[in-house]
């Protein structure tokens, strides 16, 4: 079992940057794989980034590519999503999940969810 927790969510201007957190507990939080998804107001929720379980391996979706990047504390129990240049477009909230399949993962499915963190970014 998983317990997933974010944090660093907040209002921001167009262009500036903002770091996520993912805190991660129980006794399979170390063996997951971890994810960043969003989901916008009236749209899907959205594959942003992965990274495995040793925490060398990523995976970025198309709107993630060159602005986000995510990182895995040696600790292995926070996972974190570095966002660069946001734009309105960004505006979300923003999940962490975790799975023990990378697949599965990366393709939009996962066993543990957070209950999310709200980025707005608006001029």
């Known amino acids: 079992q998983v317990q997933l927790v974010e944090s660093g969510g907040g209002s921001v201007r167009p262009g500036d940057s903002l770091i996520l957190s993912c805190s991660a507990s129980g006794r399979e939080s170390s063996d997951c794989n971890v994810a960043w998804f969003r989901q916008a107001p009236g749209k899907e929720r959205e594959f942003v980034a992965a990274?495995?379980?040793?925490?060398?391996?990523?995976n970025y979706g198309d709107a993630a590519q060159g602005r986000f990047m995510i990182s895995r504390a040696n600790t292995k129990n926070t996972v974190y999503l570095r966002m660069e240049s946001l734009e309105p477009e960004d505006t979300a909230v923003y999940y962490c999940a975790a799975d023990l399949n990378w697949g599965r993962l990366v393709a939009g499915s996962a066993n543990f969810w957070g209950q999310g963190t709200q980025v707005i970014v608006s001029s």
């Open positions: 990274i495995n379980w040793a925490g060398v391996g990523t």
